[in-house]
């Protein structure tokens, strides 16, 4: 039996299994009723990817696990295979880990406000930024598509320390995200390192709220601040490239950056640390001088900082630092397709 075929099987099948919960389809004919499912279907259907099981979780249905974790876990280790994971609408007030030795995972959710994953612990109570997070993912060729990863606790007051709060760490490599939320106010987004692609994600926080090692392509992603109030600009970035010969880095191709208070484009937490914005809609909360050097003005030299074509309020140069740059046709060009990510060897676009 075919791929196609057998998968088609298993999906339909659970339609119609799921026929007893009041806001889940009820049998085939429905289908069209609940977009986000009959999404899923042709998702999985089309993407030709050689899925060997379907899981599905939820989490006050008779279904397979009813924590995200748990299905996680009876991944086989080393898994050759997709595995495909159906989180179902609700709130799962859990931490999830992805191990690295458990590649070829599949995240499908009901929308990224109707299926999150949520926990509330910041750095001061388990360690360490990175212990903080509400999901974390080690393995490589993850792909996430309609979930939200929350992270509840508390923003800091002005000058606290200790109160980093990451909703999702992400350090394996060939990872994708689609239509995904990511919510929380310092730290949320830990781009650990290893090539990732965001696609019509929402990211919001505060301070370095995108930040890490990772070699990274957001597209078409909204980006909040929710910086007002502080006595500080917040920021959006802190990429951690420490030398010139390293090709990470933080891409923003057709994004939106809005909210409250005002925030910095980016802090060079990296000695080299590399961002660029391209085709971008900036509100009027952008700090005019745009960047950060994070006290340390020897980076002036060696950071890549850069605009493109980059439209809104928030986007005039006339007063940014001399060390950034309003890049030419030519020097954008290889930040603006997916060969950034060598996405062309890996990627499944959705």
Request: hydrophobic share 40%; charged share 15%.
């Given at each position: 039996?075919?791929?196609?075929?057998?998968?088609?099987?298993?999906?339909?099948?659970?339609?119609?299994?799921?026929?007893?919960?009041?806001?889940?389809?009820?049998?085939?004919?429905?289908?069209?009723?609940?977009?986000?499912?009959?999404?899923?279907?042709?998702?999985?259907?089309?993407?030709?990817?050689?899925?060997?099981?379907?899981?599905?979780?939820?989490?006050?249905?008779?279904?397979?696990?009813?924590?995200?974790?748990?299905?996680?876990?009876?991944?086989?280790?080393?898994?050759?295979?997709?595995?495909?994971?159906?989180?179902?609408?609700?709130?799962?007030?859990?931490?999830?880990?992805?191990?690295?030795?458990?590649?070829?995972?599949?995240?499908?959710?009901?929308?990224?406000?109707?299926?999150?994953?949520?926990?509330?612990?910041?750095?001061?109570?388990?360690?360490?930024?990175?212990?903080?997070?509400?999901?974390?993912?080690?393995?490589?060729?993850?792909?996430?598509?309609?979930?939200?990863?929350?992270?509840?606790?508390?923003?800091?007051?002005?000058?606290?320390?200790?109160?980093?709060?990451?909703?999702?760490?992400?350090?394996?490599?060939?990872?994708?995200?689609?239509?995904?939320?990511?919510?929380?106010?310092?730290?949320?987004?830990?781009?650990?390192?290893?090539?990732?692609?965001?696609?019509?994600?929402?990211?919001?926080?505060?301070?370095?709220?995108?930040?890490?090692?990772?070699?990274?392509?957001?597209?078409?992603?909204?980006?909040?601040?929710?910086?007002?109030?502080?006595?500080?600009?917040?920021?959006?970035?802190?990429?951690?490239?420490?030398?010139?010969?390293?090709?990470?880095?933080?891409?923003?191709?057709?994004?939106?950056?809005?909210?409250?208070?005002?925030?910095?484009?980016?802090?060079?937490?990296?000695?080299?640390?590399?961002?660029?914005?391209?085709?971008?809609?900036?509100?009027?909360?952008?700090?005019?001088?745009?960047?950060?050097?994070?006290?340390?003005?020897?980076?002036?030299?060696?950071?890549?900082?850069?605009?493109?074509?980059?439209?809104?309020?928030?986007?005039?140069?006339?007063?940014?630092?001399?060390?950034?740059?309003?890049?030419?046709n030519q020097?954008?060009q290889p930040?603006?397709?997916?060969?950034?990510?060598?996405?062309?060897?890996?990627?499944h676009e959705?």
């Amino acid at each position: 039996m075919s791929f196609r075929i057998s998968c088609l099987t298993m999906l339909l099948a659970y339609v119609l299994q799921c026929s007893f919960h009041s806001d889940l389809v009820v049998g085939v004919g429905n289908l069209e009723k609940w977009p986000d499912r009959a999404h899923s279907i042709q998702w999985i259907l089309e993407s030709d990817l050689p899925v060997s099981r379907y899981i599905i979780v939820d989490s006050v249905g008779s279904v397979d696990f009813k924590t995200v974790q748990s299905a996680v876990d009876v991944v086989p280790i080393n898994n050759p295979e997709w595995v495909y994971i159906q989180i179902n609408a609700g709130l799962y007030r859990e931490k999830v880990v992805i191990p690295y030795n458990k590649p070829n995972i599949i995240f499908q959710g009901a929308g990224r406000e109707n299926t999150v994953i949520t926990w509330g612990e910041a750095a001061d109570a388990d360690g360490s930024t990175a212990d903080s997070a509400t999901f974390s993912s080690f393995a490589s060729n993850f792909i996430a598509k309609g979930i939200g990863f929350k992270n509840s606790a508390p923003p800091a007051p002005p000058g606290v320390n200790g109160k980093q709060a990451v909703a999702a760490l992400v350090a394996g490599d060939m990872t994708a995200f689609y239509e995904c939320g990511f919510y929380g106010a310092q730290d949320t987004l830990f781009d650990y390192q290893g090539r990732h692609y965001f696609k019509n994600c929402y990211i919001e926080g505060s301070i370095d709220f995108i930040f890490g090692h990772g070699q990274s392509t957001y597209k078409e992603c909204e980006l909040y601040a929710i910086a007002q109030g502080q006595k500080i600009p917040g920021a959006i970035s802190a990429q951690n490239r420490a030398s010139p010969e390293e090709s990470s880095g933080f891409i923003f191709i057709a994004c939106k950056i809005s909210g409250s208070g005002q925030v910095f484009l980016g802090r060079a937490w990296g000695a080299y640390s590399r961002v660029i914005y391209a085709y971008t809609y900036m509100e009027n909360i952008i700090v005019p001088q745009g960047w950060d050097d994070w006290g340390l003005v020897q980076r002036h030299r060696s950071v890549e900082y850069g605009q493109y074509k980059c439209y809104g309020l928030g986007a005039n140069t006339t007063d940014r630092v001399k060390w950034s740059q309003e890049l030419t046709n030519q020097e954008v060009q290889p930040f603006l397709d997916l060969s950034f990510i060598n996405g062309l060897e890996w990627l499944h676009e959705f």
